[in-house]
């Protein structure tokens, strides 16, 4: 597809292999590219890096060696702005050459002298372990007497021996220690430029973009992958007025998303969003496959004999009444004159099928670097309380607030931070919901509601002959609130 002045360029094709490769007369022109947008999904995100270039006349291959290697090749898409007429080609993404080191030859000559050197050290521990045995080997063979003929000598010549032994000894040991030291280290620098020397795996992709301009212009390329190690989870702080005398029940909710990302590349300084979509589902419904029922033959009878009835009984359900006390709140209304700091929110771009929240600024948040919460968007809506109590499982009542969800973009499942009149007191989980939905969040036990359940009666039993009986189960409960 082609393009005026100061019009978009979009590719019309996207290549992984070099199926039609860039002409033989194409120049290799390095190009750097800064990431600029992301959009993260429950599942993955799609990252956009921009390429501002100056392209000379006629056709040219852009070579972009900056991009990760956990993008989707699949996914590449290309468009951009130029001053003159301009053709996107073909687009490719491979991983780099691994090009060895330029100072090879003097990496092996420093490589080759840390060898001898290590050699030289070789030989004086060799010299050394054998002058220790030497030193040893006489101690051990002295005769009993240091004379020629084996007479005992004074005291003072077997301390001399004594000493001379020990200091050869000594010595020797002290030169093999300085000289396995300064082997260890040797062998250190050794491992270290071997590693130098080797070509190095890459660790970043190798983009291609083929592209032709009428005219030498500046132009400015717009990169769009997707890539898998990125999600976001919703997360929700409820805060309920419980109300007063003179004013209604009010529930806050706060949308938040908490972003992690680990595809080897740093999202610094970005325009960052998150989608409700989710791509890794894929875009149709599952098929089902046919499923063929077979009935065998019912066999005939041998003999005319009355068919039993069905062996069925009637399903009994135990029914428990459950009550429910409603209660109202009241608190006095503290005034306050400070002004709180208000927490940036998203903008949110609502479409027919799935919302998209803008962060405001510019986001960073390192690869592997740890989940980064953000607040995306909040409502306040009317709350009606109600208690809520099970008490033939715990006779704690617990204060229930339920509103109408009045939000375009649906109520994603997430854990809840519920608080009443500003204390935090525990935390929930929030159903999926759309629009019109009602939503009932639960804040914590009601001390102030006293619940008691007591048994009154309890009869079962049987009565009838032995081919029609009936059972009973008679019960009866008395619940004080």
Same mark, same amino acid.
């Given at each position: 597809?082609?393009?005026?002045?100061?019009?978009?360029?979009?590719?019309?094709?996207?290549?992984?292999?070099?199926?039609?490769?860039?002409?033989?007369?194409?120049?290799d022109v390095d190009a750097t590219s800064a990431i600029d947008t992301v959009t993260v999904y429950p599942d993955g995100a799609t990252v956009t890096r921009v390429i501002a270039i100056d392209l000379a006349s006629g056709d040219s291959t852009l070579v972009a060696k900056d991009f990760p290697l956990s993008l989707d090749p699949s996914s590449l898409r290309v468009e951009g702005e130029a001053g003159a007429k301009l053709t996107i080609g073909t687009i490719d993404a491979r991983p780099p050459r691994a090009a060895p080191p330029v100072n090879l030859p003097e990496l092996d000559k420093r490589i080759e002298a840390l060898k001898d050197e290590r050699a030289d050290l070789q030989g004086a521990i060799d010299a050394a372990t054998a002058r220790r045995k030497f030193a040893e080997r006489f101690a051990e063979a002295s005769p009993a007497g240091l004379g020629e003929k084996g007479e005992a000598r004074p005291i003072t010549e077997?301390?001399?021996?004594?000493?001379?032994?020990?200091?050869?000894?000594?010595?020797?040991?002290?030169?093999?220690?300085?000289?396995?030291?300064?082997?260890?280290?040797?062998?250190?620098?050794?491992?270290?430029?071997?590693?130098?020397?080797?070509?190095?795996?890459?660790?970043?992709?190798?983009?291609?973009?083929?592209?032709?301009?009428?005219?030498?212009?500046?132009?400015?390329?717009?990169?769009?992958?997707?890539?898998?190690?990125?999600?976001?989870?919703?997360?929700?702080?409820?805060?309920?007025?419980?109300?007063?005398?003179?004013?209604?029940?009010?529930?806050?909710?706060?949308?938040?998303?908490?972003?992690?990302?680990?595809?080897?590349?740093?999202?610094?300084?970005?325009?960052?969003?998150?989608?409700?979509?989710?791509?890794?589902?894929?875009?149709?419904?599952?098929?089902?496959?046919?499923?063929?029922?077979?009935?065998?033959?019912?066999?005939?009878?041998?003999?005319?004999?009355?068919?039993?009835?069905?062996?069925?009984?009637?399903?009994?359900?135990?029914?428990?009444?459950?009550?429910? *006390? !409603?209660? /109202?709140?009241?608190?006095?209304? %503290? #005034? &306050?004159?400070?002004?709180? =700091?208000?927490?940036?929110?998203? @903008? $949110?771009?609502?479409?027919?099928?799935?919302?998209?929240?803008?962060?405001?600024?510019?986001?960073?948040?390192? *690869? !592997?670097? /740890?989940?980064?919460?953000?607040? %995306? #968007? &909040?409502?306040?809506?009317? =709350?009606?309380?109600?208690?809520? @109590? $099970?008490?033939?499982?715990?006779?704690?009542?617990?204060?229930?607030?339920?509103?109408?969800?009045?939000?375009? *973009?649906?109520?994603?499942?997430?854990?809840?931070? %519920?608080?009443?009149?500003?204390?935090?007191?525990?935390?929930?989980?929030?159903? $999926?919901?759309?629009?019109?939905?009602?939503?009932?969040?639960?804040?914590?036990?009601?001390?102030?509601?006293?619940?008691?359940?007591?048994?009154?009666?309890?009869?079962?039993?049987?009565?009838?002959?032995?081919?029609?009986?009936?059972?009973?189960?008679?019960?009866?409960?008395?619940?004080?609130?």
């Amino acid at each position: 597809m082609r393009i005026t002045a100061r019009c978009l360029a979009t590719t019309s094709l996207v290549l992984v292999t070099t199926a039609l490769a860039a002409p033989s007369w194409a120049a290799d022109v390095d190009a750097t590219s800064a990431i600029d947008t992301v959009t993260v999904y429950p599942d993955g995100a799609t990252v956009t890096r921009v390429i501002a270039i100056d392209l000379a006349s006629g056709d040219s291959t852009l070579v972009a060696k900056d991009f990760p290697l956990s993008l989707d090749p699949s996914s590449l898409r290309v468009e951009g702005e130029a001053g003159a007429k301009l053709t996107i080609g073909t687009i490719d993404a491979r991983p780099p050459r691994a090009a060895p080191p330029v100072n090879l030859p003097e990496l092996d000559k420093r490589i080759e002298a840390l060898k001898d050197e290590r050699a030289d050290l070789q030989g004086a521990i060799d010299a050394a372990t054998a002058r220790r045995k030497f030193a040893e080997r006489f101690a051990e063979a002295s005769p009993a007497g240091l004379g020629e003929k084996g007479e005992a000598r004074p005291i003072t010549e077997w301390r001399a021996a004594f000493t001379a032994v020990a200091e050869e000894v000594a010595a020797a040991d002290s030169a093999i220690r300085d000289a396995t030291r300064k082997q260890r280290e040797i062998d250190r620098q050794i491992a270290q430029l071997e590693a130098d020397r080797s070509a190095k795996p890459p660790s970043k992709l190798e983009v291609r973009i083929d592209v032709a301009s009428a005219a030498a212009t500046k132009a400015t390329l717009r990169v769009t992958y997707a890539v898998r190690n990125a999600r976001w989870l919703p997360l929700y702080d409820a805060r309920l007025d419980s109300g007063a005398k003179d004013r209604k029940p009010q529930l806050e909710l706060v949308r938040r998303a908490e972003v992690t990302q680990s595809t080897g590349e740093d999202w610094s300084d970005v325009s960052l969003g998150v989608s409700t979509v989710r791509i890794a589902r894929g875009g149709s419904a599952p098929e089902l496959g046919s499923l063929v029922a077979q009935y065998p033959q019912v066999p005939k009878p041998q003999m005319d004999l009355a068919m039993p009835a069905p062996a069925s009984a009637p399903l009994l359900r135990k029914m428990e009444p459950q009550q429910q *006390a !409603a209660g /109202g709140r009241a608190r006095e209304d %503290i #005034a &306050s004159q400070i002004q709180r =700091a208000e927490e940036q929110q998203a @903008a $949110a771009e609502i479409g027919g099928f799935q919302a998209t929240f803008r962060i405001p600024g510019r986001v960073s948040l390192g *690869a !592997a670097e /740890g989940a980064k919460s953000l607040r %995306i #968007a &909040s409502m306040s809506v009317p =709350a009606d309380l109600s208690v809520r @109590a $099970a008490p033939v499982q715990d006779p704690t009542a617990f204060l229930e607030a339920s509103f109408r969800q009045t939000d375009e *973009a649906t109520l994603l499942p997430g854990k809840v931070a %519920i608080y009443r009149d500003g204390v935090f007191v525990g935390r929930g989980k929030l159903s $999926a919901s759309v629009k019109d939905d009602i939503v009932r969040l639960g804040f914590g036990a009601d001390d102030k509601v006293k619940i008691e359940r007591a048994v009154l009666k309890r009869n079962e039993g049987s009565a009838g002959l032995i081919v029609t009986t009936s059972k009973t189960d008679e019960r009866a409960f008395k619940t004080t609130v």
